[in-house]
T-cell receptor, first 112, second 114 residues
Framework: KAGVTQTPRYLIKTRGQQVTLSCSPI?????VSWYQQTPGQGLQFLFE???????NKGNFPGRFSGRQFSNSRSEMNVSTLELGDSALYLC???????????FGPGTRLLVL | AQSVTQPDIHITVSEGASLELRCNYS??????LFWYVQSPGQGLQLLLK??????LVQGIKGFEAEFKRSQSSFNLRKPSVHWSDAAEYFC????????????FGAGTRLTVKP
């Protein structure tokens, strides 16, 4: 099976812009979670989608949003970008709660 | 609250030496525990996991970890480190108390000396 794929791998934006990141889960996985990784805060949970519904949410502002499509692919959107949003954004998929999450390679976002 | 502590930010070992990376967790029930490895610029790769059963868990690349409930620990071990093991290692806890989203430790960076 193909692994979790994320596009794009690298992205440069300027403050105030918005960005959309994409994640394609492993075939058969209905749960997709997003994480932000920064040197200062480490790995932080953003949200999880399951069957097109947000099932769980971390402690991030409303500028961070996501959605999931019927084929389980997920997108994450960040509006009004701030310098502090520069990070590696990781997507992970699993079949359901209680199962192992498998991570994609990440999208590295740089906000200038 | 659920949390994970990795006390060692950076560890250096010689190639061929044994390795132990520490992980302590706080969780109000029986946790699911994971160790992931991340090479520079890459995503996370699962090394091993503990859900239940045998407290000594074998993983990939020769790693193992032992769940010790009395010490709230899940330390990662390898008997003989290879230069290719240099990476960052993350311990994570998840479970029904938080809908199984994972809380990660801050990570331990492993350097391997030739």
């Amino acid at each position: 099976k193909a692994g979790v794929t994320q596009t794009p791998r690298y992205l440069i934006k300027t403050r105030g812009q918005q960005v959309t990141l994409s994640c394609s889960p492993i075939s058969g996985h209905r749960s997709v979670s997003w994480y932000q990784q920064t040197p200062g805060q480490g790995l932080q949970f953003l949200f999880e989608y399951f069957s097109e519904t947000q099932r769980n949410k971390g402690n991030f502002p409303g500028r961070f949003s996501g959605r999931q499509f019927s084929n389980s692919r997920s997108e994450m959107n960040v509006s009004t970008l701030e310098l502090g949003d520069s990070a590696l954004y990781l997507c992970a998929s699993r079949t359901d709660i209680g199962e192992t999450q498998y991570f994609g390679p990440g999208t590295r976002l740089l906000v200038l | 609250a659920q949390s994970v502590t990795q006390p060692d930010i950076h560890i250096t070992v010689s190639e061929g030496a044994s390795l132990e990376l520490r992980c302590n967790y706080s969780y109000g029930a029986t946790p699911y525990l994971f160790w992931y490895v991340q090479s520079p610029g890459q995503g996370l790769q699962l090394l091993l996991k503990y859900f239940s059963g045998d407290t000594l868990v074998q993983g990939i690349k020769g790693f193992e970890a032992e769940f010790k409930r009395s010490q709230s620990s899940f330390n990662l071990r390898k008997p003989s480190v290879h230069w290719s093991d240099a990476a960052e290692y993350f311990c994570a806890v998840g479970g029904p108390l938080n809908n199984n989203d994972m809380r990660f430790g801050a990570g331990t960076r492993l350097t391997v000396k030739p």
